[in-house]
């Protein structure tokens, strides 16, 4: 299942975390770019794996499909909005200017905000495709963790 599959990939990519900040940084010397970049790493590698086993918590409580789909895509919209609010607020706290270099840049900070809403929408009924809105909110999540990650091992 691809959702099971997701969910190891993000345990995968914190193991792996643990690891290189283990190996790699005191957390003394962080900067606070660093410690952005680190909260994002695990709150949406962890909103990854919990995304992707949230179906089947929720089966165990009700057999209806439909409600199943909209309730994980509640689940994971009110998640995704946490990460997203945090990263904003400490963006705020260490006085923080995004700096958008480029395409890919402009493109994550409008993708983020536009999944939460639909995540939302498709939770109250409104969005059919429940499971692939799921599917592409986990990945995302995921490729937010992973991408800083890379930025996190990348820094010297």
């Known amino acids: 299942d691809l959702l099971n599959t997701l969910a190891q990939i993000a345990l995968g990519t914190l193991g792996f975390t ?65 990460n997203f609010g945090s990263i904003i607020y400490l963006a705020f706290k260490y006085k923080i200017k995004p700096e958008l270099r480029g395409f890919k840049d402009i493109l994550d900070t409008i993708i983020g905000p536009c999944l939460i809403i639909m995540h939302f929408v498709a939770a109250l009924g409104y969005i059919p495709w429940l499971k692939l809105l799921l599917v592409i909110g986990v990945v995302q999540q995921l490729y937010i963790g992973i991408s800083n990650f890379l930025d996190f091992v990348g820094r010297k």
């Not at 003394?28 to 410690?35: F, T």
């Not at 089966?59 to 689940?75: E, P, Y």
């Open 18 to 82: 643990g690891v290189v900040v283990a190996l790699k940084h005191s957390s003394n010397n962080w900067d606070d770019y660093e410690k952005i970049r680190f909260q994002a790493l695990v709150t949406t590698t962890l909103t990854a794996m919990v995304g992707s086993i949230l179906p089947q918590i929720i089966v165990i409580a009700t057999d209806n499909d439909t409600l199943v789909w909209r309730l994980a895509n509640l689940g994971i919209g009110i998640m995704h909005l946490a």
